[in-house]
């Protein structure tokens, strides 16, 4: 039989060498047979032949195609000319020891091509035996799997972290699809985003990664679960099935004390001191990490080292759920509105200005205060449309009233580029008094960018606007701020303003404030005004305006009179 016409390993040489002996087939349908298995294998392979030193003894068209070489450049060449460096000398090494003791080798090949470009394959190298059981020549055959390769490398970039190697959400939602049983452990970093402000980014990721590798480590000790990176400072550990409330508990102090340790991360002569928190989630639903995110978030904010989501934050959850829904929804009704609340001139005892207040209505007509919906609009990111909203409707009726109107702006509201810029154009169009318009600044917030609000407050006022520190006297109150910003209003704490008939030490706090805003040429606002007696004595500290449900609630229009029976007169 010519063993050169052979390129399959599964031939079996017996049973055809008993076909011929048997009169069943001829010595011309022996070589036939073997052509089609020829013909088959050089269809469907890249095909190449050496000798026993690796010298190419025949290439298939296949092989000519996808290398770039023709065959005379090729033949009576060492198998090295398509080598591609990236292959390490030890892979060749195993796959001679193989092939040498007579043995087939399986393996995948990066090769390089003529124009020095790269392909793989995967490959099959076949020693073939004479009559004598020796090794006359190799047989390789070959399929390229260069865009499956590729396919793979980019499904694996998909679904893997490149920081830390670790898989991500994208695999998780892979393992874990449905709603099958499962247990999460929701790990995080806290405060994160302030270490990487602070310490910037490189040293942020070199924590990002030893985190990953004691995670890591500590699986090594406990294979049960599966480890996830999911977004900044996030680390996942899943597992299929449901675990009891006293053995995840067990578990998360486990996992928490081994990968914090001693809760210092070392970088660059750097010691950055470091803590975490944990939510979990145990059940059947496919918002897991939803869930498992919702009990993070109530660990950090009630300063636990974990929590495990339970009936109230269900509660909670859906409740928030809620409040979103109401929230959209009163924004598409229009059923966002501003409730005007008169402040009075404490001299004389006419309304002056108005408040503006935010209020929602919703689908039963019902009056929602801010209470009920204003922190689920930041954290739901809808609060840059309440401001919108309140503004124009404002400007809209001051444009038709000769009264003082104020606007309350947040923090965020005088750091939020797009709020600025709409504050800014809408002021630029208004065609009442600029004058007239007020803007509140929330003052017990930490005012962290100062020198940014400073410069919106100094381009509102250069347009004619004026402005106001809201609750001053409780929070952050801080007399350097209001000399920095240049308001026109101080609006003292309600509640302070409460107390001054009923503790001598308010009193002067209050006092002190009112003379030091005088001195500096602020005008004053006292807040709550509940009673008689308390608007009296406000009167006599020479505090300018009062405002409060004694002398008039917010309301969806303008009431021009404070209660007759309250006006500072009587």
């Known amino acids: 039989m010519n063993h050169e016409k052979v390129h399959m390993d599964k031939i079996n040489y017996e049973a055809i060498e008993k076909q011929v002996n048997d009169g069943e087939l001829t010595i011309r349908d022996d070589i036939y047979l073997l052509q089609q298995y020829k013909v088959a294998v050089d269809e469907s392979n890249i095909v190449t032949k050496t000798d026993t030193k690796g010298t190419i003894t025949y290439v298939n068209e296949k092989f000519e ?3 770039g070489y023709r065959s005379s450049e090729l033949i009576g060449k060492n198998h090295n000319i398509i080598r591609h460096p990236d292959m390490p000398k030890a892979a060749f090494k195993n796959l001679w020891d193989t092939i040498t003791q007579k043995k087939t080798w399986h393996g995948t090949v990066k090769n390089r091509k003529k124009d020095g470009t790269f392909y793989f394959v995967e490959a099959t190298i076949i020693p073939i035996l004479n009559s004598s059981g ?24 998909q679904t893997t972290d490149q920081l830390t190697g670790l898989s991500n959400h994208i695999k998780f939602e892979a393992d874990y699809p449905g709603t099958e049983s499962r247990t999460i452990l929701l790990l995080n970093i806290d405060m994160f985003r302030e270490i990487t402000d602070f310490y910037g980014i490189e040293i942020g990721n070199s924590l990002l990664v030893e985190v990953a590798e004691r995670c890591k480590a500590y699986l090594s000790l406990n294979s049960e679960y599966t480890l996830y990176k999911l977004r ?30 001693s809760g210092v991360h070392a970088v660059d002569g750097v010691e950055i001191f470091f803590s975490m928190s944990c939510g979990s989630y145990y059940g059947q639903d496919f918002y897991s990490i939803n869930k498992a995110q919702v009990a993070l978030q109530f660990a950090k904010e009630t300063r636990r080292l974990y929590y495990v989501y339970d009936d109230i934050l269900k509660y909670r959850h859906e409740h928030n759920l809620k409040a979103v829904g109401m929230l959209k929804q009163a924004i598409a009704l229009n059923k966002i509105m501003p409730y005007y609340q008169p402040i009075i001139n404490t001299e004389t005892g006419k309304v002056e200005k108005f408040e503006s207040l935010v209020r929602l209505i919703d689908s039963n007509d019902t ?6 919906f204003l922190e689920i609009a930041k954290k739901s990111r809808l609060y840059p449309q309440l401001t919108r909203i309140i503004v124009e409707k404002v400007l809209d009726l001051a444009s038709k009233f000769d009264y003082e109107f104020s606007i309350n ?29 007020i803007f509140e600044i929330t003052e017990s917030e930490n005012i ?32 350097e701020y209001l000399a920095q910003l240049q308001v026109d209003f101080v609006k003292i704490d309600g509640s302070l303003i409460k107390q001054i ?64 029976e309250h006006s500072p007169k009587k």
Not at 367 to 372: D, E
Not at 532 to 537: A, C, P, Q, R, S
């Open 65 to 67: 195609e996808i290398s």
């Open 501 to 564: 008939t009923k503790s001598e030490n308010i009193f002067k706090i209050v006092q002190l404030i009112v003379d030091f805003a005088k001195e500096m040429n602020f005008k004053t606002v006292a807040e709550y005004i509940d009673c008689k007696k308390t608007l009296v004595m406000v009167k006599e500290m020479g505090i300018d305006y009062a405002q409060g449900y004694y002398l008039g609630e917010p309301l969806d229009e303008l009431v021009s009179e404070p209660l007759a």
């Open 232 to 261: 900044e400072g996030e680390f996942l550990f899943a597992k299929k099935g449901l675990s009891r409330a006293l053995d995840l508990e067990s578990e998360i102090f486990k996992i928490c004390d081994f990968v914090m340790s």
């Open 134 to 157: 020796d090794i006359e020549e190799y047989i390789a055959i070959r399929k390229d799997v260069t865009r499956l390769l590729e396919a793979r490398r980019q499904i694996n970039k």
């Open 367 to 372: 009056v929602k205060l801010p209470g009920s």
């Open 448 to 479: 962290q960018e100062f020198d940014s609000i400073q410069k919106f407050v100094s381009v509102m006022k250069k347009m004619g606007c004026r402005f106001a520190i809201d609750d001053f006297g409780t929070g952050y109150s801080n007399f």
């Open 409 to 437: 702006l947040s923090i965020e509201d005088m750091i939020d580029p797009k709020i600025k810029q709409m504050l800014i154009s809408s002021i630029k169009n208004f065609k009442g008094k600029k004058e007239n318009i």
